[in-house]
């Protein structure tokens, strides 16, 4: 059994910020690529930012310069840090992950998501 936890939402103003985690657990063989995706109500759910295993990033361009996505491989966690929050960053943020729970099985994991509400 493999799940994804995210926690660190909550209800801001604009312009605030928060930390938003989101831990693996289970039978863990490996975990590569980790990212964040959000989907507000009736939106799609788009990407936000990626991490790779050796620390590459990528980041949505509406979240450029105000997002940072980092991770701790040692516990197997990735955080996201959303600074300069705007009404339209409210969504609910999801975490993602292709986990190996062995050398030929692996699949991808999401978490059950987290809400972020930005009041005006």
């Known amino acids: 059994q493999v799940q994804l936890v995210e926690s660190g939402g909550g209800l801001v103003q604009a312009g605030g910020s928060l930390r938003l985690s989101c831990a693996a657990s289970g039978s863990i063989f490996s975990i590569d690529a980790m990212r964040w995706y959000r989907q507000a109500p009736g939106k799609q759910r788009e990407l936000v930012a990626a991490?790779?295993?050796?620390?590459?990033?990528n980041y949505a361009d509406s979240v450029r310069g105000r997002f940072t996505i980092s991770r701790d491989n040692a516990k197997n966690t990735v955080y996201l840090q959303v600074n300069s929050l705007k009404p339209e960053d409210t969504a609910v943020y999801y975490c993602?992950?292709?986990?190996?729970?062995?050398?030929?099985?692996?699949?991808?994991?999401w978490g059950q998501g987290t809400q972020v509400t930005v009041s005006s």
């Open positions: 993602n992950a292709l986990i190996r729970r062995s050398y030929s099985d692996f699949a991808d994991y």
């Open positions: 991490i790779t295993t050796g620390g590459s990033t």
